[in-house]
């Protein structure tokens, strides 16, 4: 079984301030974990994915994550938040050979000028 | 590479009418999946194909909802009868293999009245 708990539905940060999300993760195995983003009224898009390979994972637009097996944690960061960061995150695990990610309920990211 | 296409991408319907919603997704992908967002429930996974075959629909909510792939370039989404509560976003998504990222369409947005 694999679960993802995303602490925080809301959170807010000023423009040039550390971006912290939080995403525990649940599994039985090792599993493949991503970091997607939405923007309004569109779908959502990768911003990043840890496969072993090592355990800081750098994505797109500046943000990394970090993955933490003794936490069960892969917490998605960015030093210095800009404006267009504004979206709502998920965070999705998959594990066991499913191929079927579980997505968490999402991060909804605001920006102060 | 024109990513996940979805029609349409807004859907007003009235309760009882029939509702189908179209997905291309990326060629050469393996998989291919439909979600359903809503503020109440977050992303719901309903059905996912693999090449074309349908291997897991038990997140379909009930006999009113369809879904079929004919062929490797085309799914489709059916609501038959609608209803209100039926009202949210559709998403379709694509990936290459097992394991790999999702790529989403921009999704439709169904309102049933």
């Known amino acids: 079984a694999q679960s993802v708990t995303q602490l925080g539905s809301h959170v807010s940060v000023s423009e040039g301030a550390l971006v912290l999300l939080r995403c525990n993760y649940s599994?039985?195995?090792?599993?493949?974990l991503f970091w997607y983003v939405q923007y309004p009224n569109q779908g959502l898009q990768l911003l990043l994915k840890?496969?072993?390979?090592?355990?800081l994972v750098k994505g797109i637009n500046g943000f990394e994550a970090e993955f933490k097996k003794s936490e069960t944690s892969f917490h998605l960061t960015k030093p210095s938040a800009h404006m267009s960061d504004a979206a709502e995150y998920f965070c999705?695990?998959?594990?066991?050979?499913?191929?079927?990610?579980?997505f968490g309920r999402g991060t909804s990211l605001i920006v102060h000028p | 590479d024109a990513g996940v296409i979805q029609s349409p991408r807004h859907e007003v319907t009235e309760m009882g009418q029939e509702v189908t919603l179209r997905c291309k997704p990326i060629?050469?992908?393996?998989?291919l999946f439909w979600y359903r967002q809503t503020m109440m429930r977050g992303l719901e996974l309903l059905i996912y194909?693999?090449?074309?075959?349908?291997?897991?629909d038990s997140g379909m909510p009930e006999d009113r909802f369809s879904a079929k792939m004919p062929n490797a370039s085309f799914s489709t989404l059916k609501i038959q009868p609608s209803e209100p509560r039926d009202s949210a976003v559709y998403f379709c998504?694509?990936?290459?293999?097992?394991?790999?990222?999702?790529?989403f369409g921009n999704g439709t947005r169904l309102t049933v009245t």
């Open positions: 998504a694509s990936s290459r293999t097992g394991g790999s990222p999702l790529h």
């Open positions: 999705a695990v998959e594990s066991g050979g499913s191929y079927i990610p579980t």
């Open positions: 599994s039985s195995v090792p599993p493949y």
């Open positions: 194909f693999n090449n074309n075959v349908p291997i897991d």
């Open positions: 060629s050469g992908h393996d998989y």
């Open positions: 840890y496969t072993s390979a090592a355990t």
